[in-house]
């Protein structure tokens, strides 16, 4: 089966770069997006298509890829960026949407 | 504004069945894949259930085929889930998200408050 897997948790200081990875267990070659959810709050797209960043997402928020892995990157880290970090995808044949297990962000 | 409003959850036994409700607004639904997305207590997110424009294409995931149907009526703005047999493992806040409208992108760019389901004796 096809799984995505996230460090369970990332720690920085305000102002540093926070870097998320989200692994594939194989390569659908499929996009991966990016949510943020704040605790008592629904998700919140912050990266599509890779590296595309919804409207009202600050640029700080950006996502890479590499082979089977993809990366969120946020830039100069604010307290407001700590909560859960998920990323999402797609099997090959666009099927089953699934998630990774979720990155707890915490901004020391 | 694009909303999406669930209802209909609350506290079931057992084995027994709730209906889920989402009630869309703010945008024209028929044009968008819609889907179920759950989160147990403390948990991570877990996709449920995906339904395609005109209901043509329906996928679930393992955990809930064959207890869960969902559906949509374009007329009346909504998508729902119907979740019988349901299990204590079944307890989360469930989602409703709408899913891009772009053939290829599995995306949800928007997504409900939350609905509770708690299956209990």
């Known amino acids: 089966s096809y799984e995505l897997t996230q460090p369970p948790s990332v720690s920085v200081s305000p102002g540093q770069t926070a870097r998320i990875t989200c692994s594939a267990d194989a390569l659908p070659k499929q996009d991966a997006y990016w949510y943020q959810q704040k605790p008592g709050q629904a998700p919140v797209l912050v990266i599509y298509?890779?590296?595309e960043r919804p409207s009202g997402i600050p640029e700080r928020f950006s996502g890479s890829s590499s082979g089977t892995t993809v990366t969120l990157t946020i830039n100069g880290v604010q307290a407001e960026d700590e909560a859960d970090y998920y990323c999402q995808s797609a099997d090959s044949g666009g099927t089953y949407r699934l998630f990774g297990g979720g990155t707890k962000l915490t901004v020391l | 504004e694009v909303q999406l409003v669930e209802s209909g959850g609350g506290l079931v036994q057992p084995g027994g069945s709730l209906r889920l409700s989402c009630a869309a607004s703010g945008f024209t639904f028929s044009t968008y894949p819609m889907n179920w997305v759950r989160q147990a207590p403390g948990k991570g997110l877990e996709w449920v259930s995906y339904i395609s424009r005109s209901s043509s294409t329906i996928y679930y995931a393992d955990s809930v085929k064959g207890r869960f149907t969902i559906s949509r009526d374009n007329a009346k703005n909504s998508v729902y889930l119907q979740m019988n047999s349901l299990r204590a493992e079944d307890t989360a806040v469930y989602y409703c998200?709408?899913?891009?409208?772009?053939?290829?992108?599995?995306?949800?760019?928007?997504w409900g408050q939350g609905n509770l389901v708690t299956v209990s004796s």
């Open positions: 998200a709408r899913e891009s409208a772009v053939a290829g992108e599995y995306y949800f760019d928007y």
């Open positions: 298509k890779d590296n």
